[in-house]
């Protein structure tokens, strides 16, 4: 069993276009969430969004490279050359094929989908571009990756709705710790504010058309975002060998299923995946100082998650931190796990606890520290990152400050 | 068909039951139709007549919308209908 390290972070996401930018918005408890813009806009109910302002593909990729990447690789590759950057790895043929990349995502190339849906349907063309199919698969980000990277190991894409990047990760973590590959690159993204992907969430009438505030007894649903996080797993000992810089350890990962409702969550598969994780990772409940939650802003996961939460952790429950960093970041979707992972990574390299914000009015339901508006200052040793998805499929991640 | 008998017909649709039997006074809890039934049941209301339900499943209690009874429903979907026209 090896031990697993992680040696490389990075995000876009509408808090920031880097790692350092995503944390100094998170200390500032600062709103990533504001009016969308879109075509169309009037014939949606919902009108905001954690939108990724100011970034022009054509800045970073040439023509070919466009018309094969989707918005949603975009962000992953903003994403994965901060994060192998930062690594300092180089993968050599020797390295190639025991490395490899796994991504999540819920909804893939989304705004390929709309576009040519767009075109038609409602323009009534009858040609789209050559590349649709291989720009909208699911699967391409992550082949991309692996071009861009010479990347020959065990590559995939996971879909698990709100759960994706915590699933990839949690595999690609898995996939090290046993030897099948030396170092993966993991996470993922989703790029889902198109007029359709908006509207599909709307349908469901759990969004918020005024702010996400998690935990607080007025919340009033979630709120929507878009971006990447990617990071580069590998073995503790290939990390010392070449002298990297070593950003955490990644020490448990648990999977449940509820085998219950399509988009209720369930307590007990929630306690469950949050014991297997501890237990994974050979911790106790008072080892926990901080927990990133799910916290979406809706009343169903937010009570059930506090509960669950009471109920995995007993009295250590109220001396824990538990925050929801979507009041600032929105929800991700299938990115969300992954851009989340940096808040742990700041509470154990930083000390510092990135707030939920927009917490107005205390919630009986929700009666933990959940470390409303204002960051913290605290020594943590270990954290769990939480994700708790439609179609009842939870993954929770343990990390250890190195 | 009256609003009223639209209405009963789309919840009776949702919650599998005869007209016959959705009684005025009935939750659609008692009805056996849970949240996400609900959410269908706005929808199929709003595509019937044509309305937007002011609705968030976070707070139903909050909502414009009362949904506490299927009286309740069905004079809340006369007032838009009536609203609109």
């Known amino acids: 069993m090896n031990r697993v390290v992680i040696t490389g972070a990075g995000t876009i996401n509408a808090l920031g276009a880097t790692v350092p930018e995503t944390l100094q918005a998170m200390r500032e408890g600062r709103l990533g969430i504001g009016p969308l813009h879109m075509r169309d806009l009037d014939r949606l109910s919902v009108k905001i969004g954690a939108q990724i302002k100011d970034f022009d593909p054509e800045i970073y990729f040439d023509r070919q490279k466009l018309a094969l990447y989707d918005r949603v690789t975009q962000l992953t590759f903003m994403a994965s050359r901060e994060a192998m950057a930062q690594s300092g790895l180089e993968i050599t043929d020797e390295l190639s094929e025991s490395t490899g990349v796994v991504l999540g995502t819920a909804a893939g190339g989304m705004n390929t989908w709309d576009d040519n849906f767009r075109s038609v349907y409602e323009d009534g063309k009858n040609r789209v571009h050559p590349f649709v199919v291989p720009k909208l698969m699911n699967n391409a980000a992550a082949s991309h990756l692996s071009i861009a990277y010479n990347i020959k190991g065990p590559s995939l894409t996971v879909s698990t709705a709100c759960a994706s990047s915590n699933h990839a990760i949690g595999l690609a973590f898995q996939m090290v710790r046993s030897g099948m590959a030396q170092v993966m690159l993991a996470g993922g993204a989703d790029a889902m504010l198109t007029f359709g992907g908006i509207k599909a969430w709307e349908g469901l009438r759990v969004m918020s058309k005024t702010a996400c505030r998690p935990f607080s007894a007025n919340r009033s649903g979630m709120v929507q975002g878009e971006g990447a996080g990617i990071f580069v797993l590998e073995t503790y000992e290939g990390a010392k060998a070449r002298g990297a810089e070593i950003l955490a350890e990644l020490i448990g990962f648990a999977m449940t299923s509820d085998a219950g409702d399509i988009v209720m969550p369930n307590q007990q598969g929630a306690v469950r995946a949050m014991r297997g994780a501890l237990c994974d990772a050979r911790l106790d409940p008072q080892d926990i100082g901080y927990i990133n939650a799910h916290g979406t802003g809706t009343a169903a996961n937010d009570k059930t998650e506090c509960a669950a939460v009471q109920e995995a952790f007993g009295s250590h429950a109220q001396d824990l931190m538990m925050s929801s960093t979507k009041s600032m970041h929105g929800h991700l979707i299938g990115g969300t796990g992954a851009v989340e992972l940096l808040a742990c990574l700041m509470a154990l390299r930083d000390g510092v606890i990135a707030p939920t914000i927009g917490y107005e009015h205390p919630d009986p339901n929700c009666a933990l520290d959940v470390v409303p508006n204002v960051a913290r200052q605290a020594k943590v040793r270990a954290t769990l990152s939480n994700a708790f998805a439609f179609g009842g499929m939870n993954a929770v991640l343990a990390l250890k400050a190195f | ?85």
Do not use: C, H, Y
């Not at chain 2, 016959?20 to 809890?29: F, G, H, K, N, Y």
């Not at chain 2, 269908?40 to 499943?57: K, L, R």
């Open chain 2, 1 to 85: 068909m009256s609003v009223k008998d639209k209405v009963i017909l789309i919840i009776a649709e949702q919650g599998l039951l005869d007209v016959a039997d959705v009684s005025l006074s009935a939750t659609l809890e008692d009805l056996g139709i849970d949240s996400l039934g609900v959410v269908e049941s706005i929808f199929a209301i709003e595509e019937e007549f044509d309305i937007e339900v002011p609705f968030n499943a976070n707070a139903p209690e909050e909502s414009e919308f009362d949904i506490s009874s299927v009286a309740t429903i069905i004079s809340a979907v006369e007032t838009l209908v009536a609203e609109q026209t």
